[in-house]
């Protein structure tokens, strides 16, 4: 059942760590949190423990050493949230319930596998995923969301922790009934190449451009819907500075960003999406409610 007084539209997104959020649906949380009539909640589903840092003055926040960097990502999160708009935001089962599951690097590009050994309270543990289940089905029975967002199935690039999103997600939704659309966020491989031309051979770029296919990317005919966050644009870069432990920026002619690895990332000016349940509004949609709300 709706909330009484609760918003006519209402999106809920399902993200694995602390930056996620701003990294691949920033612009879209924005613009719907400051659209009339319409509520944006946030579900991160660890503290995002594992990351790896990029300031050196915070390395002992690191899990290997002082062991604060989840504490420490709770409050950039907190401010990226408020530069987003995005005034409900929860823990999955609340905060530090499952940790960050970490990763090791698996084959070609930024691709991701699931370490040998996991903390016991990992958010990949097999054992967990029927109470995590639970956790994100009351919280979509409280909310009525009519459109949901997570990860594709193989969570963008491997990391356990995506994927992990993405199964609890799909599996939740399916218990709700007034999910009309569930979503995973994506980018197509023209809208990153075109992304990466523009940055190729800016002066002072401090990051590597990335190699063929290194950046993880969908075909084309994959994404069914397309949002303009070109008016977004401030307030995500706002909220990319926040994440400083995980992002490092550059802002010249073009405004690229990358993570620990160095690999430049252009900042594009829309946000891709690919239908994973429910029915489309039409090939290219350009509204995740259209035809829903």
């Known amino acids: 059942m709706r909330p009484p007084g609760d918003h006519g539209r209402r999106l809920l997104l399902v993200h694995a760590h602390p930056d996620d959020e701003t ?6 949380m924005a613009r719907y949190a400051a659209a009339p009539d319409t509520s944006v909640t946030l579900v991160t589903c660890t503290l995002g423990e594992e990351g790896e840092i990029i300031p050196p003055e915070l390395a002992l926040l690191a899990a290997d050493s002082a062991d604060q960097l989840g504490g420490y990502r709770i409050g950039e999160l907190a401010t990226a ?15 530090g319930r499952w940790r960050d599951s970490g990763m090791v690097l698996a084959g070609h590009g930024v691709r991701a596998a699931t370490p040998a050994g996991l903390h016991p309270r990992a958010l990949a543990s097999r054992e967990a995923f029927a109470d995590q289940v639970d956790a994100l089905t009351a919280v979509l029975e409280e909310l009525a969301p009519q459109v ?17 999103a993405h199964e609890i997600a799909v599996a939740a939704v399916r218990r709700v009934p007034e999910v009309a659309r569930l979503y995973a966020t ?14 190729s051979g800016a002066a002072g770029l401090p990051f590597r451009m990335p190699k063929p296919d290194e950046l993880p990317s969908v075909p084309d005919g994959d994404v069914t819907a397309v949002v303009d966050v070109s008016a977004q644009r401030a307030v995500r870069l706002t909220a990319l500075r926040a994440h ?18 160095g690999v430049a990332q252009p900042l594009l000016d829309v946000e891709e999406f690919a239908l994973l349940a429910g029915e489309p509004d039409g090939p290219d949609a350009v509204d995740l409610f259209a035809g829903v709300a």
């Open 244 to 261: 400083a432990t995980q992002v490092a920026m550059w802002e010249g002619a073009e405004v690229a960003f990358a993570m620990s690895n």
């Open 23 to 28: 990294l691949t649906t920033g612009g879209t």
């Open 81 to 95: 949230c408020s530069a987003l708009g995005v005034a409900d935001h929860r823990f999955l089962g609340g905060t």
């Open 186 to 199: 994506v980018i197509r491989r023209a809208t990153l190449d075109a992304g990466l031309a523009a940055l």
């Open 148 to 164: 949901v967002v997570t990860y594709a199935a193989d969570g963008g690039y491997g990391h356990p922790d995506h994927v992990r």
